[in-house]
């Protein structure tokens, strides 16, 4: 029954929150993107409870994926302003916090559920993906944390500092009546979205039926014979021709698409993944961000894709190319950061966001010969395995000769 599901789900969330705050608040040293990240974890929770076994073991398995990059918030609508008089205030944060923000994530996630969430080393790996039984993360990250504090050494005393450390404010669970709402609202949300697709895809059903099936056969009428064309049309480039085939045509756009796609991924995974130990798909979707109708009848447009880890990646990068500024995308309109001009010595200049992939993602946008916009776009989803890449990397990408819209 809804009642008793409730009850027993805010009594998971009552016994485990103050846990998942404390862990959040070590791997992200703000309280308030702590707490964010506590409220995403428990109403997802909620969809799956009661059939996780483990409710505390993967609780702290999502606040450490979703801890990795701030949150939106699905029941967020608008864009959070902080009205905030005079200048911004400084988080007072205890000495441990600050040093923590010193290791890479990884290092800050292993040292934090070793010695204050109190995880095997089996479960550690897990979470992690790391090699059963190795924690040789966890103790250098100790051991980078204890240079100049020799008393870290000791496991006791690090674990007291963890401890020590979490602010009074998230030790303890404050109510979960709005966790229990958030967390209607995205069952809500995913099952009408399951909803729509199944009714898209009986209205595709009924399309094709009555495409392939009319109703009335259609009244045959004389035609006078028509020479059979032996011209053939240039599609894609010159080694790719379908006789008879006008670019523009669903054929012969597909197969343009997939070859150029293909390729222009190849440049992208060469410049990003040399080793190709990370990428390992690309796709795209149907709209004028990836694909402008105009572009295929002369008129101009952009081409774009993206390339992803399939096995739980969390890096993406979208690359697109467009025949002038008007075709392509705005800068920083996907990452909302602000973008600045920067032309360097050799005489380039480039539209790039001062962010990291981690802080919303990066965007570069370069104008190399002024017939064609290259944009490329890197950022991190919630979970999964991240690619360590900077603005350096993707200037590099967009200078490659290589990305080229494909000739018509």
């Given at each position: 029954m809804p009642t008793i599901?409730?009850?027993?789900?805010?009594?998971?969330?009552?016994?485990?929150?103050?846990l998942m705050q404390a862990t959040a608040y070590l791997l992200t040293g703000d309280p308030v993107q702590a707490a964010r990240v506590v409220q995403l974890v428990v109403a997802q929770l909620y969809r799956r409870w009661p059939r996780e076994p483990h409710p505390q073991l993967e609780a702290i398995r999502a606040v450490v994926r979703t801890a990795r990059v701030p949150?939106?918030?699905?029941?967020?609508?608008?864009?959070?302003?902080?009205?905030?008089?005079?200048?911004?205030?400084?988080?007072?944060?205890?000495?441990?916090?600050?040093?923590?923000?010193?290791?890479?994530?990884?290092?800050?996630?292993?040292?934090?559920?070793?010695?204050?969430?109190?995880?095997?080393?089996?479960?550690?790996?897990?979470?992690?993906?790391?090699?059963?039984?190795?924690?040789?993360?966890?103790?250098?990250?100790q051991a980078m944390l204890a240079a100049g504090h020799p008393?870290?050494?000791?496991?006791?005393?690090?674990?007291?500092?963890?401890?020590?450390?979490?602010?009074?404010?998230?030790?303890?669970?404050?109510?979960?009546?709005?966790?229990?709402?958030?967390?209607?609202?995205?069952?809500?949300?995913?099952?009408?979205?399951?909803?729509?697709?199944?009714?898209?895809?009986?209205?595709?059903?009924?399309?094709?039926?009555?495409?392939?099936?009319?109703?009335?056969?259609?009244?045959?009428?004389?035609?006078?014979?028509?020479?059979?064309?032996?011209?053939?049309?240039?599609?894609?480039?010159?080694?790719?021709?379908?006789?008879?085939?006008?670019?523009?045509?669903?054929?012969?756009?597909?197969?343009?698409?997939?070859?150029?796609?293909?390729?222009?991924?190849?440049?992208?995974?060469?410049?990003?993944?040399?080793?190709?130990?990370?990428f390992s798909g690309f796709g795209y979707g149907y709209t004028a961000r990836y694909d402008t109708p105009s572009f295929w009848s002369g008129q101009g447009g952009a081409l774009a894709f993206e390339m992803f880890r399939l096995n739980k990646g969390a890096t993406e990068v979208y690359v697109q190319i467009a025949t002038g500024r008007k075709f392509a995308v705005p800068c920083g309109a996907t990452t909302h950061q602000r973008c600045m001009a920067l032309r360097f010595m050799d005489g380039n200049r480039y539209l790039l966001t001062d962010s990291t992939v981690a802080n919303r993602g990066i965007e570069v946008q370069y104008c190399p010969r002024g017939d064609e916009v290259i944009t490329v776009i890197a950022r991190n989803t919630q979970r999964g395995k991240t690619l360590d890449i900077g603005s350096g990397d993707l200037i590099k990408l967009v200078q490659d000769d290589r990305l080229h819209l494909p000739k018509r």
């Amino acid at each position: 029954m809804p009642t008793i599901h409730d009850e027993e789900y805010a009594a998971v969330v009552e016994r485990e929150r103050p846990l998942m705050q404390a862990t959040a608040y070590l791997l992200t040293g703000d309280p308030v993107q702590a707490a964010r990240v506590v409220q995403l974890v428990v109403a997802q929770l909620y969809r799956r409870w009661p059939r996780e076994p483990h409710p505390q073991l993967e609780a702290i398995r999502a606040v450490v994926r979703t801890a990795r990059v701030p949150v939106n918030l699905p029941w967020e609508y608008r864009e959070r302003v902080e009205l905030i008089d005079g200048p911004p205030p400084v988080a007072a944060a205890e000495p441990i916090v600050a040093d923590l923000r010193t290791l890479s994530y990884d290092q800050r996630a292993a040292v934090v559920l070793n010695r204050y969430t109190g995880l095997s080393s089996a479960q550690i790996a897990d979470i992690l993906e790391l090699p059963v039984g190795d924690l040789s993360l966890a103790q250098r990250a100790q051991a980078m944390l204890a240079a100049g504090h020799p008393e870290r050494t000791s496991d006791e005393t690090l674990t007291e500092e963890l401890k020590d450390a979490i602010p009074y404010e998230l030790r303890e669970s404050l109510g979960s009546a709005a966790d229990v709402v958030h967390g209607r609202q995205l069952s809500r949300r995913r099952w009408l979205q399951r909803g729509s697709a199944a009714l898209v895809a009986a209205a595709l059903v009924v399309v094709a039926a009555v495409l392939v099936n009319p109703t009335r056969p259609p009244v045959p009428q004389a035609a006078p014979s028509q020479p059979i064309s032996t011209t053939t049309t240039v599609c894609g480039r010159g080694h790719d021709r379908l006789d008879g085939r006008d670019p523009s045509s669903a054929i012969c756009r597909a197969k343009i698409l997939l070859k150029w796609r293909s390729e222009m991924a190849e440049v992208a995974t060469s410049q990003l993944d040399p080793q190709g130990k990370y990428f390992s798909g690309f796709g795209y979707g149907y709209t004028a961000r990836y694909d402008t109708p105009s572009f295929w009848s002369g008129q101009g447009g952009a081409l774009a894709f993206e390339m992803f880890r399939l096995n739980k990646g969390a890096t993406e990068v979208y690359v697109q190319i467009a025949t002038g500024r008007k075709f392509a995308v705005p800068c920083g309109a996907t990452t909302h950061q602000r973008c600045m001009a920067l032309r360097f010595m050799d005489g380039n200049r480039y539209l790039l966001t001062d962010s990291t992939v981690a802080n919303r993602g990066i965007e570069v946008q370069y104008c190399p010969r002024g017939d064609e916009v290259i944009t490329v776009i890197a950022r991190n989803t919630q979970r999964g395995k991240t690619l360590d890449i900077g603005s350096g990397d993707l200037i590099k990408l967009v200078q490659d000769d290589r990305l080229h819209l494909p000739k018509r």
